[in-house]
Nanobody, 119 residues
């Protein structure tokens, strides 16, 4: 079965950095786009970044452009989110996502990892 396991969240001061990881299994990782979403308290889940494969092209939400970087290691079935210059408004639960086409499009999510940006 599909599994996505996030790690790397935590408490960081404004201006700091964190790197999130998402270990994937149960599908052919190298042929699927991977995304990071986040959900802050009282807000809807929003798309943060996507990395397409092959080719590795990326897309980012305007709010994180220039500060966040998504990457992947197909040998390790892992996708990363490097977050720099963190702001309090980046505080949220961050989720890894893959969408598989199984007749219909099915979204799979990890359990989420909490990122808190606070002094």
């Amino acid at each position: 079965q599909v599994q996505l396991v996030e790690s790397g969240g935590g408490l960081v001061q404004p201006g700091g950095s964190l790197r999130l990881s998402c270990a994937a299994s149960g599908f052919t990782f190298s042929t699927h786009a991977m995304s990071w979403y986040r959900q802050a308290p009282g807000k809807e889940r929003e798309l943060v970044a996507t990395i397409i494969n092959p080719g590795g092209s990326t897309n980012y939400a305007d709010s994180v452009k220039g500060r966040f970087s998504i990457s992947r290691d197909n040998a390790k079935n892992t996708v990363y989110l490097q977050m720099n210059s963190l702001k309090p408004e980046d505080t949220a639960v961050y989720y890894c996502n893959v969408q598989l086409h199984l007749g219909a499009r099915v979204n799979y999510w990890g359990q989420g990892t909490q990122v808190t940006v606070s002094s």
